[in-house]
């Protein structure tokens, strides 16, 4: 009798330890924090035409193509900037600015995350900083262990040089070592850098990449541990990367270079759009069936084969294409505020409503293009207008040079409301009557000058 | 040298006396079987066949309790299978051979320094002083545009740079493994001063048109060090997804990090680094077992980062004139043995034999109860390792460490000679170390490698790998064509 019951009690020992592995290497989201910087570093679109102004090198035609891309960007009037910027050195920015303004990032948001959280920085056992555009020596990720006295086997981790889209790579690699490691916290901080990079010269592709990025940042905690479950804000179900670098049009439509003068740039090539879209396709034809529910995979399968065959049988008139409804599997949508026509664009694909699209545009609206950090201002709108019960599937999607489509599916734990947002101070100002630029009409002047006899009058001053 | 012992006139006996314990506490389990085992084997003798056979049939075999046991012993040998991490292994690397044409004989550098420096004569002493103890040979490489005077550091000759090294040492990496593109799922790239959008790890995929399901990852910034970092993460990512091949590849671009200007501390790196590049094959394929060079046994990481002084010992700053550069400061050396010492209180309980483990605690409790003016215990390293590969960053990092561990001549030796025939090649510098004992012929299955390196934050990491198949010489390499001259000696100062 007792014979028996050993392999028994042996087996379900067994079970019990890869239940209980598989119990640990959950990724929450315990809390994270976007940066909001003070207001002396607004950028609005009259300070960005008389920064274009005093820039030498650009004549009339660069003037009127960026004012207008400035105009029709959905960028509204309170995105901030880098400080140099707004001191009127952009032309020869040092590394010292480069700095500063990470500093300023830092010292700014991770302390308030830390505040609010009540995690004391010794405790945090892994540090990824994704930081696309600067890479310093000491690292830094090594700054802000030195700020903050973190522990000596901390596992460090600084990405560079992967995109607006680099926010799902960091929680990859999180994600990985909650595999490995029990009772482990995390602290990912992405920015990005926009001193060094400003562009000088007055090539057009490049200048694009001043006029849309801003100033901007996010700083995440996240733990594998079981007893810190109850107060974790998400869950990370399901996380899919795409890769299109082997691609030659992927890879060069979004590069780094230096242009016929030798100043350096990002190049903004024109089959970007295309390129996104092929990696935004591939990216959702991989996660799809991870997400949607079985229903929804079925019915769009039959639609697909009864096409196929109707196709075949009658070789005119072809039925419209099924489209997937990803809001089946879906309740909030967060999308990279590449620009206007990238948000415009992904909702058409997936057929998203204003309703769906509201935050990533109010996001773009406000805050800009801030590169990997805007989906958690995108996701901190959605919070702050208290639209996430427990139980919502968030789906988080990015776009970044490489060509890269990174995109992630959330679990919301426990119904969240604002309590201490970025948005906190306005969101009840959103979403606004209209976000057209107010400017829009003023500058239909510079169409009527003939660029020969075209100068400023003195007493013109840039509304 | 401890000095618990007596003075050393009688050290000859001593040393005996050491060995003997070594050998008592190293096998002590050995030591308890023996006699246990010859006594049950005594016993049988002395029963006969017969009296076995009674007691075979004497054993009531009951089903259920065949199948229990049978059962028990599956089951724990399952259990103990599947919680054992998964080994990683290492199954080749290859390093970048920079072309004859990029080298920078001692000659060469003075005169280009000489020229573009020509209004800080101070400078040019300086530079010239640093060169004679440096330990450096006359075949190390600079890039191409740094050979120009003034150079020319454009973005398009760091892409350059970068292509021809990493290309080159990724394409001989596959000529050596036969690896296809398609079969890699995870790549790591790291180069510290270098990181264009799109990264250097797009670049790679780019070119060899690796899936679009890869797992790509670019660490820059982390320094000297950054190459076990990679190595670090490799081994994670492996652990959770099997059946993976991981590429790897540690390389440090010089163009555009050259200092022109002429602030003596920050004119040391441009001394001392030197182009190279590393790309290494990781697995964790069952297959790939019989054919790995080395398996994965250890990695320990240390952050100094928390304390002020270490933190800005190896710092990026703008000098008086705006141009940028890499201060040393002159506690280089003290903060690169602390680190050291944090390092090995990890990795020492890890990989010394009981032997020294216990020497250890005992000078530990001898001077935390009887006299604290006992020397601390150093543990002697080379009871857990045969090969060193310390980081080629300076001659004065080498003699610290050499000191430090107490290692001699020979141990040093592949560091010291990396240092001499490719100058201080960054991350990728282990490496080459690696690839000298190997052209040495002194790699023998089961021998044990620690890998330190050291870089700015101040971090200081370390691997411990050990040998799965005796290496024989004929295996190319980087040191294919010079390893006969080696090892040379290299007098304290060469006079310029």
Known sequence: MFSYCFPLLCLFYNLWKIFDRRRHQNCYILDYECYKPSDDKKLSTRFCGEVIRRN???????????????????????????????????????????????????????????NKTGISPSEIDV????????????????RIIHHYKMREDIKVYNLTGMGCSASPIAINIVQNIFKTQRNVQALI??????????YTGKDRSMILTNCLFRSGGCAILLTNKVALKEKAMFKLKCLVRTHHGAKDESYDCCKQKEDDQGYEGVH????????????FVDNLKEIAPKILPVRELLRFTLLTLIRKMTQKYNKTGAAARPVINFKTGIDHFCLHTGGKAVIDAVAQNLNLSEYDIEPARMTLHRFGNTSASSIWYVLAYMQAKKRLKKGNKVFMISFGAGFKCNSCLWEVMRDLDQDGNVWKEFINSYPPKTIDNPFFEKYGWINEEDPDTFHIPDDYVIP | MPQILPN???????????????????????????PIMV????????????????????????????????????????????SKPRSIYLVDYACYKPPITCRVPFSTFMEHSRLILKDNPKS????????????????????????????TPTME????????????????????????????????VNCSLFSPTPSLSAMVVNKYKLRSNIKSYNLSGMGCSAGLISIDLARDLLQVHPNSHALVVSTEIITPNYYQGSERAMLLPNCLFRMGGAAILLSNKRRDRSRAKYRLVHVVRTHKGADDKAYKCVYEQEDPQGKVGINLSKDLMVIAGEALKSNITTIGPLVLPASEQLLFLFTLIGRKIFNPKWKPYIPDFKQAFEHFCIHAGGRAVIDELQKNLQLSAEHVEASRMTLHRFGNTSSSSLWYELGYIEAKGRMKKGDRIWQIAFGSGFKCNSAVWKCNRTISTKTDGPWQDCIDKYPVHIPEIVKL
């Not at chain 1, 995105?79 to 500093?103: C, F, K, N, Q, W």
């Not at chain 2, 002493?125 to 060169?131: A, H, N, T, V």
């Not at chain 2, 450096?136 to 890039?143: D, K, N, R, V």
């Open chain 1, 56 to 114: 030498k090198q650009l004549g009339l035609n660069e003037y009127k193509f960026l004012l207008k891309a400035i105009v029709s960007s959905g960028i509204g009037e309170d995105t901030y900037g880098p400080r140099m910027v707004l001191e009127g050195r952009e032309m020869s920015p040092t590394l010292e600015d480069a700095i500063i303004e990470m500093d300023d990032f830092f010292l700014d948001t991770i302390d308030k995350l830390f």
């Open chain 2, 39 to 82: 006594g049950i084997l005594v016993e049988i003798l002395r029963l006969g066949p017969e009296e076995m056979l009674n007691i075979w049939r004497s054993l009531h075999f009951d089903l259920v309790q065949v199948l229990c046991s049978s059962f028990l012993i599956i089951f724990i040998a399952t259990v103990y299978f599947m």
């Open chain 2, 124 to 151: 040019v002493d300086f530079q010239m002083r640093i060169l004679e103890r440096s330990g450096l040979g006359e075949e190390t490489c600079l890039p191409p545009a740094i050979h120009y005077i003034p150079p």
């Open chain 1, 189 to 198: 901080v992405t920015s990005e850098s926009l001193s060094l990079g400003w």
């Open chain 2, 8 to 34: 050393f006139s009688s050290s000859v006996k001593l040393k005996y006396v050491k060995l003997g314990y070594q050998y008592l506490v190293n096998h002590i389990l050995t030591f308890f079987l023996i």
């Open chain 2, 157 to 188: 000759a760091a892409r350059g740079e970068a292509e021809v090294v990493i290309f080159s040492a990724i394409d001989s990496l596959m000529a050596k493994t036969g690896i296809k593109p398609k079969d890699i799922d995870i790549l790591i």
């Open chain 1, 127 to 142: 540090l990824v900083v994704n930081i696309s555009m600067l890479a310093i020596v000491p690292s830094l990720s090594s």
């Open chain 1, 268 to 279: 903004l090539g024109k089959n970007l759009p295309k390129a996104a879209t092929r990696a």
